[in-house]
Structures are given as structure tokens and as C-alpha cells.
């Protein structure tokens, strides 16, 4: 599995000549509702399994979470069931809150 710092994530998504990757936010409902990556989609952690068929397995999959515990488990899920390109993001929603967009509630 690969890790992106958000500092890294947010210049990939800057970059026009690059596509740009599915962002997985496997936080609750309560959470995503409270902070989020513009353009990430939601899908809480203990569903994956039983939607995982809604994403892409060749797409570039980036798993987000608060501090990324989760979405490291997502992501090594994710692997195991044939998914060839997922990156944890490290520090989660809470790094990017920090890092990258100050303006972003923390909790």
C-alpha cells in the first residue's frame, strides 16, 4: 500500500495534467458531515464490503479517514480484494485540516 501525505495530495489535485484520484472518505456519516475533501466520496468504513462494487478497481483510489488508522485498514482491504492502486491517506482529514486547509473544522 502507498501513503500520501495531504501536503502531496493537495498538489496532486492542483495539477490539471494529472487525473485525478477517487477520494474514499470511509469516516461516519457525523464526521464527513462535519469536515470533508471537496469531490470525496462517502462511503463509512464498515459498508466497504458490501459496496465496494461502486468503485472502480482500476481506478487510483486515495482512502481518507480522521487520523488514518481506517482508512489504512480500507485500503489494505481494499488490496486484498483485487483494487491495484490505493493510497492511505497519512494523518487523514485531520492532517489535511492542518496542512493544507486551516479553514476546515477539526474535531
Known amino acids: ?8 495530495l493537495a498538489v496532486w489535485l492542483a495539477d490539471e495534467s494529472r ?7 470511509v469516516r461516519e456519516p457525523w464526521e464527513y458531515q462535519t469536515c470533508h475533501i471537496e469531490g470525496s466520496v462517502p462511503i463509512p468504513m464498515s459498508t ?10 482500476e481506478a487510483t483510489i ?8 481506517r482508512s489504512m485498514s480500507v485500503a489494505a482491504f481494499l488490496e486484498r480484494n483485487g483494487f491495484a492502486n490505493v493510497i492511505n491517506l497519512t494523518g487523514g ?15
Open 1 to 8: 500500500m502507498q501513503n500520501l501525505t495531504a501536503p502531496e
Open 19 to 25: 487525473q485525478k484520484p477517487v477520494l474514499l472518505d
Open 48 to 57: 466497504v464490503p458490501a459496496r465496494m462494487q461502486e468503485l472502480d478497481d
Open 62 to 69: 486515495v482512502c481518507i479517514c480522521h487520523h488514518g488508522a
Open 93 to 107: 482529514i485531520h492532517a489535511w485540516a492542518l496542512q493544507v486547509d486551516q479553514s476546515m473544522p477539526t474535531y
